[in-house]
């Protein structure tokens, strides 16, 4: 292994070790500013829609062509690590389990060869954005005036996908990753005395009918609405105390599906499903949405230029059939400009994503960089 990829390796495990939640990235911004820095980019915008940065890297000599964007993560998750890796979080309750320690090694392993060399008619921006895991950072990017003065023409990200075989590139044109939201339902009854419940209104068979409907209902539905799922993540009602009969419960639910206009159906669907039960209760019952993500739209024109960069590099390319059930809020740029993004397979092994085991796989540094300067070149 030679002495550059030994410290992108070392910078990796450096950012895996101090994990930051979703809008609390200060310290991990920080840190990738401090290694930006030394790549002499053309400007560093800090503070992009809290503490996301953009670097840019100018043209050698010429007026850009094209603006293209690459973009990294910042953000960990609430989990509490159990590796017994020597680079694990030293944060309890948070680690980096989705790999977005690897996606910023790799842009600033990108930075570095934009050092070296800048393209000839191409400006390339590298975006590091926070607050990924709740979808709630591209939006604030987007809406930041820095943000919004940048013209670019095309943005690019890549994901590590554990289970899949290493090194291989993974991608699909049109739906990638899908649409999801989390809906919150609040059940308000009225408490009574355990021993004489018929005098309150314990909203337990409310929540018992809505799982079931949905149950009962939700395989007819996804016949006419395929790769559309949904999971209960939460209930909550009561104490524990045997003295009383609880008036109030809450529970959540999410739902995916391949595209935005899928996802509305469903939530529709089982808003409406919701109504129906609230209408024979006495009490009240809301809903809210929470935590959407836009589903990610691959531009068949970017994956082209993917998988062309994936041939120059002799990676081994694979089409999917499918768009992933899961999220990524990637996914928010397409309204703007037309985005693609890919996966990286992380070895068959490899703990799943979200994990308390998981660790991002070093042999996926090189690769992503060079994946990402190929792509640069097709444009050049």
Known sequence: MNQKMESLITLRRELHKYPELSGEESETSQKVI????KCDPSQIIKNVGGDGIVAIFNPSENEA???ILFRAELDGLPIHEATEADHQSVHQGKMHACGHDGHMAILIGLARELQKKRPDRVRVLLLFQPAEETGKGALKILEDKKFKE??????????????????TLYIRSDSFASASVGVDISIKGESSH??????????SNVIAGIIQKINDEFEDFSKSHSGSKYAVTYIKMGEKAFGTSPGEAA????????TDEMLKKCLDWVENLVKNEADSFSGSITTSRVEPFAATINSSEGCDIVKNAAKEMDVEVEELERAFPWSEDFGRFGEKFPITLFGL?????SAPLHSEKYDFNDSLLPTGVRI?????DCYS
């Open 345 to 349: 397979g992380s070895g068959n092994d």
């Open 251 to 258: 529970m959540g639910l999410t739902f995916r599906s391949e």
């Open 194 to 203: 355990a021993a004489y419940p018929e005098q309150g209104m314990n909203p």
């Open 65 to 67: 062509d094209k603006t």
């Open 150 to 167: 940048l013209i670019i023409d095309h943005g690019y990200a890549l994901h590590n996908l554990p289970g899949f075989d290493e090194n």
């Open 372 to 376: 990402f300067k190929a792509i640069i």
């Open 34 to 37: 401090h290694e930006l820095e």
